[in-house]
């Protein structure tokens, strides 16, 4: 009788642990689907040559699956930026502190403004990128889903969005070329 109750508990221990194998195998290919797919990781960075684009226009690079906005200023528009009283700002910063990385080999290039093209109240992409679009009040992008208005160093002036437009983290390779990085992995 003993003999028969421990080969009985061997088996189905040995069932229950193959079993448990069969299951880890059969479910490892949907847990490895939710790992970042490769060209989701390649995203992380992005080079962008800026050398086609002139003077007053903007452009917009996808990093991180989210719209970038560079935006080549002209001096009226950087002067323009850096005349606005910061303590009136509802997100209190400096143009200098929103194109600090915009330099190479140390010298300023500022007329480069880099920033998500993510709206901060809800997410929307704003207009603004092409001449035809609203610039809003403030000359440079314009929300029109719940109206916020951004200045031309992408910080709110006018409408509900909490923050200013988001500068991810770049540096200069050229004076006309720039990587943008995934500051997670930097």
């Known amino acids: 009788g003993d003999t ?8 189905i221990l040995a069932g229950a642990a193959m079993g448990t194998v069969g299951t880890a195998i059969a479910a490892w290919p949907f847990i490895h689907t939710m790992n970042p797919a490769a060209d989701t990781l ?22 991180r ?10 001096p009226a528009e950087i002067e323009e930026a850096r005349k606005v009283d910061i303590a009136a700002l509802r997100d209190k910063q400096s143009d200098d502190d929103r194109v600090r990385d915009s330099t190479f080999n ?3 290039m500022p007329q ?13 992409v704003p207009k603004g990128q092409k001449p035809t679009e609203p610039h809003g ?3 440079g992008w314009f929300c029109p889903c719940h109206g ?6 992408g910080r709110i002036r006018k409408g509900p969005a909490p923050k200013n437009l988001e500068v991810p983290v770049y540096a200069f390779l050229t004076e006309s070329r720039i990587k943008i990085i995934d500051k997670r992995k930097a």
Not at 4 to 11: L, Y
Not at 65 to 74: A, D, L
Not at 148 to 153: A, E, I, V
Request: glycine share 10%; aromatic share 10%.
């Open 4 to 11: 028969i109750g421990t080969r009985r508990d061997f088996i």
């Open 42 to 63: 390649a995203l992380a960075t992005v080079e962008v040559d800026l050398a086609p684009v002139k003077e007053g226009q903007s452009i917009t690079v996808t990093w």
């Open 65 to 74: 699956g989210q719209p970038v906005f560079i935006r080549h200023r002209t």
């Open 106 to 108: 140390g010298n300023a």
């Open 112 to 124: 480069w403004l880099i920033a998500l093209g993510v709206c901060t109240h809800l997410g929307c």
């Open 137 to 139: 009040e403030f000359g």
């Open 148 to 153: 916020s208005h951004y200045d031309t160093s």
